[in-house]
């Protein structure tokens, strides 16, 4: 294993003894790299010479006697026993010793006096050499002191025609004791130089084999290589880290880990190393995932001029130790940087940060340096506020947290400091709202020092308003009045003022004073915000219309999930579940779940994963609604999720009660709720789902009595919110529950004329009820025209609850066939939804049939259907609009219903609903 790739060097030496024996005595100059092998191959060279007959002298410098003279001469004088006699020895030993200690008091060495020592010395080895030929091997040439340079100098000057050979060994990386002795001494080996070269790849598979006995895998082979950068040691100790994990030998799809073996080698090669070495070492091994585009910065960083910088570069990579640049894996980064004394480390990370940051570095580098050194000088506050934006985008809150810190530690001014304290807020409610609170009293205190901005008090008023600190919220934004402010931040007030009103209703006034802006109408539109705020207040007073849905999208479009995002993200969702937009608006939910995951933001996870439970529970998804609501509540604490509980609380509520779990919603009631949710919107949630638990068990009157609440709330608000909170509708079915019919009926229709024209499923709901408090023959119309609405909102709940009321009213009526077809498509619903108390409420009427002589005839219809009029037959009975079938299908709308009128006349039916009752069965039938 010691002569892998070193074969050549062997030989040389070979040749250079039988020269020697010859009497041609010469110098051989072997060089390399710390740790290349140089001493290994003197061993080797020496015990070949012993073999071989020669005396063998042997000597080597050492860095602690760097400064002692001729500490090599006396190594040698010791061994020149057997070349002189003892008095012989003990004389040049004196001689030397005298020499020495004069020198080292600075005393001038009489010349001949030294001539006479070297003399004498040369004469006898080289008389010795008349006799036995003679190896002198010095290894580490480089710590070897002036004087006994001067020696060796003198004695290599004169072995040319005796048989003495002299092998000096010199490593790179490291300054010579005197470079020009040094030099002169490497130059007199002249073609007898043999240099030791990194080892290469073949080299490294060699060892390899040698080691684990067999053939290693070629990626283990080239994973070797790279990290111990063909260095000897390195590559023998990583050997030795992957014998002591995998004795067999690592596999071809191994990690090649270098361990403690490799650490400790990679570390005491960096303390052998010269001291500007090392400091371009640490240079390097803290900048490698971002080096400095040149020398120049290089040298600066490692505060050595551009020469040393270059001279050692080269000399690293000679030796292995840098490839392209960087050092060969992390450990040996790591291994240099523990060298450094604490101070050294802070001053190197800070000179690397102003470096990276003048050459126009990316942030998040710059500003690692800087969390590492734990300093912020006066131009690195944007530094770290961006670094912190692009973590915040990878989901590391907790490092941007820290870079945020360390720039508001760092911040010179009271707003600076102010405004890092928003960003902080910020930050920390992705995580934790209740944690993150404990900063709103001090941005409370900034807001009355007038050292917050318009938009940084926007954001505390969001802050203040969900944890329930409604009167700082009122005070914080009272202070806006006085302040000037621009289009953008017009803006955001106004979009404030709408949130504000839509999750508490009476708090604030109806206009902000001192900006008119804020009750402008669509035509005064300026940006998404303020089209937003219109749509939230159009959805409150007027109910929702084409104009809010277009607003919301196009708000979900254009603001990135950031900091200051979720409450127009949130808002722009609920105006598209109030518009029934259920799959459009659980489309952006989804998209934005994923995103706040990837961004490490819990806290806005469980906020999504709460409007997610809503829109599942609107399109009658109770399983899913459910499982949301659930997660939802695990997601944040009480206390985190404050006022806004009452919503996945409501959610998996009234999904219990649909499926039929009453012992489990009744458990949900025992969890407290929070005074101040009942003075937002959130509270009428939770009244309406507490009120529909009392009524699933026979409790009308403490039903009615939550609804009654709901009307109180909204009266002492001065808003009514039929969209948003319809309690009319609860409060009759709660009514008709009691037998009171008028009554009633006197809450759907003012329901009714509450809402907009436009189809809801509120509105829906509104003619059920009302449906219950008509004569009979009236019912079965209400409630088709409700049903319509519902297939066009995606509620399939309330249609399953619909049609069963239409069945109902049909086999009342003694229209059993589409009472049996109707009850059948409710009970579908019913279990698609999983809603098991109505299903197991509808099972009797569905096994119910009557006689019908129908069938025959119905049959030979539908068979007198085309394919295409099959297809777009079944499409409109299970409730698809026209443009709902053209897009499924590829075709036209004209298309559609030119095929439905002919499906019309075959089937002889004159309405869409009629088309369940014809097709009955043979609907899924039909692909």
Known sequence: MVFVERRNQVAHFTAALADCQSGNGRLLAVTGPMASGKSTLLDAFAERARSEGFHVLRAAGSRTERDLPLSLVSQLCHDLGYVTDEAGRSDLLREVRNTAVRHDRGEAVPGPRLAT????????????????????????????????????????????????????????????????????????????????????????????????????????????????????????TLITDLREAAPAGPGADADIQPGLAYTSAFRRYVERCDPVIRQVLAALALLDDCRPTGVLSLARLAEVDAAAARRAVSGLELAGLVLDGRLPHPRARQAVLDQLTAPALTGLHLRAALVLHEEGSAPLPIARHLLAAGRTPSWAGPVLGAAAEELLGGGEVELALAMLRLAHDGATGDEQRATLKVALLQTEWRV????????????????????????????????????????????????????????????????????????????????????????????????????????????????????????????????????????????????????????????????????????????????????????????????????????????????????????????????????????????????????????????????????????????????????????????????????????????????????????????????????????????????????????????????????????????????????ADLSQAQKALGDFQRARMTVRRACDLATDCQADALRRQLLPDVDDTVPDGGDEHDAEAFNSLSEAERRVATLAAQGSTNRQIASKLFVTVSTVEQHLTKVYRKLNVTRRADLLVKLGPRIGNVA
Not at 192 to 217: Q, W
Not at 523 to 543: D, P, Q, S, W
Not at 624 to 651: I, N, T, Y
Request: hydrophobic share 45%.
């Open 117 to 236: 020592m070297l003399h004498g010395a040369t004469v006898a080895l080289l008389a010795a050499g008349l006799h036995t030929p003679v190896l002198l091997t010095v290894d580490n040439l480089q710590h070897v002191d002036q004087l006994s340079l001067n020696c060796l100098l003198y004695l290599v000057r004169r072995i040319r025609s005796s048989r003495v050979l002299v092998v000096l060994s010199g490593g790179e990386l490291v300054e010579p004791t005197d470079r020009q002795l040094f030099a002169e001494l490497i130059e007199l080996a002249g073609d007898h130089h043999l240099a030791l070269p990194p080892l290469s790849r073949d080299g490294v598979r060699t060892l390899l084999a040698e080691a684990f006995g067999t053939p290693p895998a070629e990626p283990v082979v080239d994973a070797c290589t790279r990290v111990s950068g063909g260095n000897p040691l390195l590559a023998r």
């Open 432 to 803: 934790d709202p209740a944690a993150a609170g404990h900063r709103l009293a001090q941005l409370v205190a900034a807001a009355r020092a007038d050292r917050l901005s318009v938009l940084d008090r926007v954001t505390t008023v969001h802050c203040l308003l969900w944890l329930g600190r409604t009167t700082e919220a009122v005070e914080v934004l009272d202070g806006v009045r006085t302040m000037d402010v621009d289009a953008r931040e017009r803006a955001e007030i106004r979009f404030l003022t709408a949130s504000i009103r839509y999750t508490h209703p009476g708090l604030i006034g109806d206009q902000p004073a001192g900006h008119p802006s804020s009750g402008r109408g669509p035509e005064a539109v300026v940006n998404t915000r303020e089209a937003l705020a219109h749509a939230l207040e159009t959805i409150m007073t007027k109910g929702p219309n084409s104009t809010v849905v277009v607003a919301a999208e196009q708000a979900l479009q254009r603001a990135p999930l950031v900091g200051g995002a979720p409450p127009v993200l949130a808002a722009a969702l609920t105006v598209l579940v109030h518009a029934d937009h259920l799959e459009t608006a659980a489309l952006w939910t989804d998209r934005l779940l994923a995103q706040a995951g990837d961004r490490g933001a819990s806290s806005w996870r469980a906020m999504l994963t709460g409007i997610r439970s809503d829109i599942a529970l609107r399109a009658g998804q109770l399983g899913d609604a459910q499982r949301h609501a659930e997660a939802a509540l695990g997601m944040m604490s009480r206390e985190s999720w404050s006022d806004a509980f009452g919503v996945p609380l409501s959610v998996a509520m009234l999904a219990l009660v649909a499926r039929g779990r009453l012992d489990e919603a009744g458990r949900l009631l025992d969890q407290p709720v929070p005074d101040t949710m009942f003075d937002t919107v959130f509270g009428l949630f939770y009244l309406q789902a507490r009120g529909n638990y009392y009524l699933a068990t026979g409790r009308a009157e403490a039903a009615l009595e939550d609804f009654l609440t709901c009307w109180d709330l909204t009266a002492r608000w001065n808003v009514d919110l039929p969209a948003i909170a319809p309690w009319r509708i609860h409060a009759a079915r709660a009514h008709l529950a009691l037998g009171h019919a008028e009554e009633a009926r006197v809450l759907a229709e003012s329901q009714l004329t509450h809402l907009s024209p436009e189809p809801s499923r509120t509105h829906a709901a509104a003619l059920r009820v009302l449906a219950a408090t008509v004569p009979l023959a009236q019912r079965p119309t209400l409630l088709r025209e409700a049903a319509e609405m519902l297939r066009a909102c995606g509620d399939r709940l309330e249609l399953a609850h619909t049609l």
